[in-house]
């Protein structure tokens, strides 16, 4: 069973998720993080896909504290306005959230594009009670790469992706050569089938691997 939730987190506050079912008992959890455009069809579909791997799944809507009012009509400053809002520290109270619901189906893995892919690593690193993440072409390297993660980690990055030079990728592998860092001959977005750079390929290829690890780490 499939539905719209509310998660509590450690301050008070109260923000939207999509818990996605397995038929059976669950292996795992898995908390989903999507990229900047909320809990869309894309987002809710691959909460699906993990639940029928046998993993509950939890995918919070992170952007819940942001509000606007009606200062202004110009629509194009929305995304820009939005990251100047968005705090690192409350979201990872709301992420602590999210794992400790997911907790309920047992050891919990972390999973994001995008955006998702930087509060991956960043939930590896400073969230109690995660076993495994698996972090897609996140951005904004330099913000996180000082982060050790506490947990197993793997990440995927696109060569053609131009918003995410690979002089940061490999500075990411180098500095943390415990991290299983894997990089395609993809552009960003490449496992969305809902983008016109989605590669099937490149995305079974990681979708497969994103399995497995968390079979071995998560269950």
Partial sequence: MNSRILLTASDGFELNAYRAEPEDTPRGGVVLV???????????SMADRWAAEGYLVIAPAMF??????????????????????????????????????????????????????????????????????????????????????KAPLETHFGAQDHGIPMEQVEALAKAHPGVDVYTCDADHGFC??????????????????????FHTHVG
């Fill in 34 to 44: 999507g990229e900047v455009w909320g809990i869309n069809h894309w987002v809710r």
């Fill in 64 to 149: 819940d504290r942001v509000e606007f009012g009606y200062e202004t009509d110009d629509y194009s400053r929305l995304p820009r306005e939005i990251m100047q809002q968005f705090s690192q520290e409350t979201a990872l109270l709301d992420l602590a959230a999210a794992v400790e619901a997911a907790a309920e189906g047992g050891k919990v893995g972390v999973t994001g594009y995008c955006f998702g892919g930087m509060l991956t690593w960043r939930a590896a690193a400073n969230v109690d009670g995660i076993a495994a993440g698996s972090a897609y072409y996140g951005g904004g390297i330099d913000g996180y790469i000082g982060m050790t993660p």
């Fill in 192 to 213: 969305c089938d809902e983008r016109d750079r989605f590669d099937p390929e490149t995305a079974r290829t990681a979708w497969e691997r994103s399995v497995a690890f």
